[in-house]
């Protein structure tokens, strides 16, 4: 042990540094630090941004004038899709992770995030997906279907290329990183904090990143869901949304709008984060309503996900549907208002400085007060039947994203640049560029409402010049190169700043939140030492003056400020009290995420080529690698209570029940339960509303396999909670026994499972034999993965990583197979029981 | 083709909601602004207001009074635009396809007459459209007499609309549908009811395949 009890700041960085830092030229590509992965996040996600604004751009200069030959509908239709998917799923999402990624840490008082490996393996996924887009659109493939793709318009009969196939396959690539990140930030909130920051002591920026996350974990599944399938039906035949055998387009639309409408509130929750943080800041004051603001982030929450039908006003849906959404819609505007009137009273009762962040921020208030504002009429039904899939609309939609995400998030880059390089501005351009940005938008998007109320629908490429829409058109496009200028010189103004601005002092803004204890830019350990909190203030606390704080850590006076065998560690505690807990161990950087992503890859550029195949040996690979990181990682002798400095002790995590990793198969599961809850979903809903029902055969199926199924899954979790029982723990033999039950157990249901399956007669025939025949597909591959980590168990078992204290991965495993057992039934309850009940 | 230029009940009512909406909107957002500039012109302004102000009355008061009259009043409006289902309204069964749209008529005798792209009805009275497509969604729209409905493959939506003159109306396909979208267009013939006989009069019989809509409402 090289324990030191150094006070020599330098010392201590020189030895954490050695252990935290990534290898330079080709070694960086194996970084998973979360202020480099998220920095890298965020570059590349304002690169996609300079995509998605040229195509814009190609758009404005398409409508600016009547009957225009520059772009025909082929192009058109491609440039407007790629504008709404690259925007969405390649700008907004990435940009906040990556911010959450470098912020969440530091201002947590952590050294990294929970899962640095997966930040990366994310990054790279996110990379290579977006690629493939962009790849599609330079070839002229890319989708041309509208970023929402419905059906049957997306289906193989009436979008027959591979454009369809690339947006589908792309996005679920990219939507890997956003499933990854979500379970990273939620369990980097909940378990690495400063000991002593309880939830009610988290800075605000954490308890928004904290819901959005919980929205995207429950939010994505069913994007993918609706994906996957849709890319069975292109690819296989199976029809979930072909009217003519059962199936039902507006399954794809419930589906698309059960993830697309938390998505909004998935992409403004992060900007109104960065607005309660950054605003008491410049308005030299805490923030009013702390509690209520946290209250009202989670009603957002849960309002968003009950909205998703007012994006289908126009679909026919019954009279009492559309008012109890109606009303539901309108509801936001609640805890929308009370955040507002929170910012607006903060700013009310302290010294607001007119600093060029602040600027930035009352763009957002002037545009998204406006957003909102047409958000209320468009939940009013009637008027939604005029305006919807009209320019209002897509005025509407530029105010809201815009105004509660741009405008915020330039606020951010602003605030937070001195951080991230150590520099502040010379000269700024950023003021001319809020102006340039700010008036063309509103020049582009004020009047755009009116060219919608005068009847232009959205996505047509050229109109005549009879209806009157000219001028309006020539108007909007003009505001749109002000606009597109003044992000350029934004651009222009950051790269300045970053390459050739002064050194920063600390702390520029006199906040008095621990990012801006680190140094800047910050070391890659962030703290040399973590701190002890005891207020939503930390900065403040130590002697009132911030820089106290900041040294004390770099001395080394606060929790692990000293280097432990080689090992990158950081603290975790419990979850409300954020009471110390455990010494969580961190990897170093690893070129394994990136080779396991190009895996990745090789499985959806395979899927998209149709070399199912390699596709699955690609997937099964796949997995192999994920396994693969855990080799070596663990410890093969019991640690007990470790000293983390300050006279205070705390066992490591892999040998405490809360877990981060224990955590995260948690969090997965309830991802995984949300995508198969809309799996079933789907198949109730074609049942109940699709036409082309019932079906022309009703299955009986195999009682005998179905029991088989049965007893293997109930052999399966019974062995698995044996497994980690104490005494089993206690004995090698006897818990590798019970994992082999677990592991036989799964064998068995994957038997009956695929027996069933076989025994299902041409799925494409009918919605119901396919949805049957995926049903199955998708509790079988969760037994066959129950069977691999029963394995899995026995492995690390052997090789000594188990004992009664260390039974992390047996718990962690324990869970899957717990879990798979409860969706097997379930799914024989289904294929079973919907015919009785149904059918009758 | 302006939703504000109305020419039948439905779009009239819909148009009237909207200066309601502006109207307030433009209160609201000038108020909310006026509270923001103060906050900036005469610093410390609210220092002796109560913190629940803002959250209490701001948050919850000021969007509860604004928001029920506004839900009220569109509820109200709103269910006056549904179809009635009066058995004496004129039906006609609008099929689209990509890019057509096409409309059959079916008389007191049991035939069925069809026209394709344009829509006649009787000026002054009302008509109940039923609406499907036999290949992707589109959306049938005549801004200046209504809002607008899906028309979803396996489905029938219905819409219910009149115009108040004689007159041709623009109508377009809203929902994006493909390559050739745009020129989805139709035109809506109202006529006087004489002349709206002799129209029916003088269209083709319907050809089976493009009878009444079906699948599941």
């Known amino acids: 042990m090289t324990d030191t009890t150094a006070t020599d700041p330098i010392r201590l960085h020189k030895q954490l540094d050695r252990i935290w830092s990534t290898a330079p030229g080709f070694g960086r590509l194996s970084a998973v630090n979360h202020t480099i992965v998220g920095r890298r996040f965020i570059v590349t996600a304002f690169v996609f941004f300079g995509i998605g604004g040229i195509l814009a751009m190609l758009i404005r200069a398409q409508l600016a004038t009547p009957r225009s030959a520059f772009l025909g509908p082929e192009i058109y239709n491609q440039v407007f899709t790629m504008h709404g998917t690259a925007m969405m799923f390649l700008f907004a999402i990435p940009l906040f992770e990556g911010l959450a990624m470098y912020l969440l840490p530091k201002m947590l008082g952590a050294r990294d995030m929970a899962f640095p490996r997966l930040s990366a ?65 939620i369990v980097t909130i909940f378990k690495l904090r400063a000991p002593g920051m309880s939830l009610d002591k988290m800075p605000l920026f954490a308890w928004y990143m904290l819901v959005t996350a919980f929205m995207m974990l429950f939010g994505f599944p069913p994007l993918i869901v609706g994906s996957v399938l849709l890319e069975i039906e292109r690819a296989f035949d199976l029809p979930f949304f072909d009217p003519a055998r059962g199936g039902d387009p507006l399954l794809w639309q419930h589906l698309f709008w059960l993830f697309g409408h938390p998505e909004v509130y998935i992409i403004f929750l992060p900007a109104a984060g960065v607005m309660s943080t950054v605003l008491p800041v ?130 951010a880059a602003y605030y937070w640049l001195p951080h991230f390089s150590g520099r502040s501005p010379r000269h700024s351009l950023g003021i001319t560029a809020f102006w340039l940005i700010f008036v063309g938008f509103n020049l582009t998007f004020l009047i755009m409402h009116l060219t919608g109320l005068l009847g232009m ?28 200028i003044g992000f350029a010189l934004f651009t222009v103004d950051i790269v300045l700043q970053v390459t050739m601005g002064r050194r920063a002092k600390r702390n520029p803004w006199g906040a008095k939140t621990l990012e801006w204890a680190t140094a800047m830019p910050p070391p890659t ?29 770099a001395r080394g006076q606060g929790y692990l400020g000293f280097v432990r065998d080689g090992r990158l560690e950081t603290l975790g505690v419990e979850i409300t009290s954020g009471r110390l807990e455990q010494v969580v161990r961190l990897p170093n950087s690893t070129f394994i995420p990136l080779f396991t992503a190009m895996i990745t890859g090789v499985f959806f550029v395979s899927v998209l080529l149709k070399f199912y195949l390699v596709a699955a040996i690609g997937f099964v690979v ?23 400095g300050l006279g205070e002790e705390a066992p490591p995590h892999t040998e405490v029940t809360g877990a981060p990793s224990n955590w995260a198969m948690t969090l997965g599961l309830f991802a995984n339960g949300t995508a198969y809850a809309s799996l079933a979903f789907g198949m ?111 492995v690390r078992s052997r090789a000594g990583y188990v004992s009664a204290l260390r039974s992390l991965d047996l718990r962690i495993g324990a869970q899957w197979h717990r879990y798979t057992a409860a969706i097997g039934l379930i799914a024989l309850l289904l294929i079973h029981g919907l015919p009785r009940v149904m059918g009758s | 083709m302006s939703t504000l230029d109305t020419a039948g009940p439905a779009a009239a009512s819909i148009a009237s909601l909207w200066w309601v909406m502006l109207i307030g909107a433009t209160l609201i957002f000038t108020f909310v602004m006026s509270l923001l500039a103060l906050t900036f012109f005469r610093p410390g302004i609210g220092r002796g207001t109560p913190v629940a ?94 809002g607008k409905i899906d028309a979803i493959p ?36 109202a006529h006087e009811a004489g002349a709206f006989d002799a129209v029916i009069g003088g269209l083709p019989p319907a050809t089976p395949d493009v009878n009444a809509p079906r699948g599941r409402p």
């Open chain 1, 121 to 185: 393996y994310g990054y790279w996924c996110y990379v290579f997906g977006g690629s493939m887009l962009i790849i599609g659109l330079v070839l002229g493939l890319a989708p041309d279907g509208g970023w929402f793709m419905y059906t049957p318009l997306s289906s193989r009969t009436y979008t027959p290329g591979i454009n369809a196939d690339i947006w589908l396959i792309g996005i679920t690539f990219v939507e890997i990183s956003a499933l990854s990140a979500a379970i990273e930030i």
């Open chain 1, 282 to 411: 410049l308005a030299r004051r805490e923030i009013i309503g702390y509690i209520w603001i946290v209250v009202s982030i989670v009603a957002m929450a849960f309002l968003s996900f009950g909205l998703w039908v007012h994006h289908m006003f126009t679909v026919g849906i019954p009279h009492l549907a559309l008012a109890f959404f109606s009303a539901a819609s309108t509801a936001v505007a609640f805890p929308t208002a009370v955040q507002f009137f929170a910012w607006i009273g903060t700013l009310a009762s302290g010294r607001p400085q007119l600093k060029l962040p602040m600027l930035f921020l009352l763009g957002f208030f002037f545009v998204f007060a406006m957003g909102g504002l047409t958000g209320v009429m468009l939940a009013i039904v009637p008027f939604n039947w005029q305006v919807h899939d009209t320019h209002f609309v897509v005025a509407h939609l530029h105010y809201v994203l815009v105004g509660g995400f741009i405008f915020p998030m330039l606020a």
């Open chain 1, 457 to 484: 629908p959205r996505r047509i490429y050229t109109y005549d010049d009879a209806a009157g829409w000219e001028w309006l058109n020539l108007v909007s496009s003009i505001g749109s190169f002000v606009m597109a």
């Open chain 1, 525 to 553: 350990y962030n703290f040399a030492s973590l701190p002890s909190v005891t207020s939503r203030t930390p900065l403040t606390e130590s002697g009132g003056k911030s820089d106290n704080l900041a040294i004390d850590l």
């Open chain 1, 622 to 644: 796949t997995i192999a690698m994920l396994l693969m990181w855990t080799r070596g990682w663990g410890d093969r002798a019991d640690r007990g209570l470790m000293s983390v």
């Open chain 1, 684 to 794: 109730l809903f074609l049942w109940v509303v699709a036409p082309n029902w019932p079906p022309p055969v009703l299955l009986d199926p195999s009682v005998l396999a179905s029991a088989l199924a049965v007893v293997g899954l109930a052999a399966a979790a019974f062995a698995a909670a044996r497994s980690v029982a104490p005494a089993a723990l206690a004995r090698a033999p006897q818990r590798e026994l019970w994992l082999a039950v677990a592991g036989a157990g799964h064998g068995a249901a994957l038997a009956g499972f695929v027996v069933l399956m076989t025994a299902v007669p041409d799925p494409t025939r009918h919605a119901y034999l396919a949805a049957t025949f995926v049903l199955l597909a998708y509790v079988a591959l969760h037994a066959a993965l129950g069977v691999v980590f029963a394995a899995y168990g026995i």
């Open chain 2, 53 to 146: 102000w803002w959250l209490v009355g701001g948050g919850l008061a000021f969007p509860a009074v604004v928001l029920t009259p506004l839900l009220i009043y569109a509820l109200w409006s709103g269910e006056r635009l549904f179809p009635t289902g009066d058995p004496a309204v004129a039906q006609v069964d609008v099929v689209a396809r990509q890019w057509e749209w096409t409309f059959t008529y079916r008389n007191a005798t049991g035939g069925a007459v069809r026209s394709s792209n344009t829509l006649h009805i009787q000026a002054g009275q009302p008509v109940q459209l039923n609406i499907t497509s036999t290949d992707v969604i589109h959306a049938f729209w005549v801004p200046r007499l209504a």
């Open chain 2, 154 to 189: 396996g489905h029938v939506t219905v819409l219910q609309l009149k115009a108040d003159t004689p007159g041709v109306y623009r109508g377009l396909c809203a929902e994006f549908c493909g390559v050739a979208h745009l020129e989805m267009q139709f035109a809506v013939e």
